[in-house]
C-alpha cells in the first residue's frame, strides 16, 4: 500500500511563504500524476496543483497561479509546494494525492492514494 506523508505546515502572516513537502513510499516517477488538495473547515475540498509524470505539465487553480508551485524530486520520491504570497484564504487543512493509474483523476481527487493531511494558517 502507498504511503504519502506530508510536512511543512504551520502558522504563517499574510504575505509569507511555507513549502510543504509530501514523501512517498514508492517510485513517484511511474505515477500517473500527483496533486495537492485543500479543504478549508465548511468547505468542500479543492484542488490546488497537480503534475503529470508522463511530460511534467503542472496546472494550477486561478486563485494560486503566480503564488504557488508544485514540483516533485524522483530521487527522493517527494513532492512539494511551495507556497509564496500567503493570504488569510489558504487557510486550510492541505493534503497530498497520488494517481498510480490513470484511473486516477488529479482533478476531482477520484480513486488517488491520500496522504494524512498538514495544516496551514495565515493570519492577517
Known amino acids: 500500500q502507498v504511503q504519502l506523508v506530508e510536512s511543512g505546515g504551520g502558522s504563517v502572516q499574510a504575505g509569507g511563504s511555507l513549502r510543504l513537502s509530501c514523501a512517498a513510499s514508492?517510485?513517484?516517477?511511474?505515477?500517473?500524476?500527483m496533486a495537492w488538495f485543500r479543504q478549508a473547515p465548511g468547505k468542500e475540498r479543492e484542488w490546488v496543483a497537480r503534475?503529470?509524470?508522463?511530460?511534467?505539465?503542472?496546472y494550477y487553480r486561478t486563485s494560486v497561479k503566480g503564488r504557488f508551485t508544485i514540483s516533485r524530486d524522483d530521487a527522493k520520491n517527494t513532492l512539494y509546494l511551495q507556497m509564496n504570497s500567503l493570504s488569510p484564504e489558504d487557510t486550510a487543512m492541505y493534503s497530498c494525492a497520488a494517481g498510480r493509474s490513470v484511473r486516477g483523476s488529479c482533478i476531482t481527487g477520484a480513486s488517488l492514494d491520500w496522504g494524512q493531511g498538514t495544516q496551514v494558517t495565515v493570519s492577517s
Open positions: 514508492g517510485y513517484i516517477s511511474s505515477w500517473y500524476c
Open positions: 503534475i503529470y509524470s508522463r511530460d511534467g505539465s503542472t
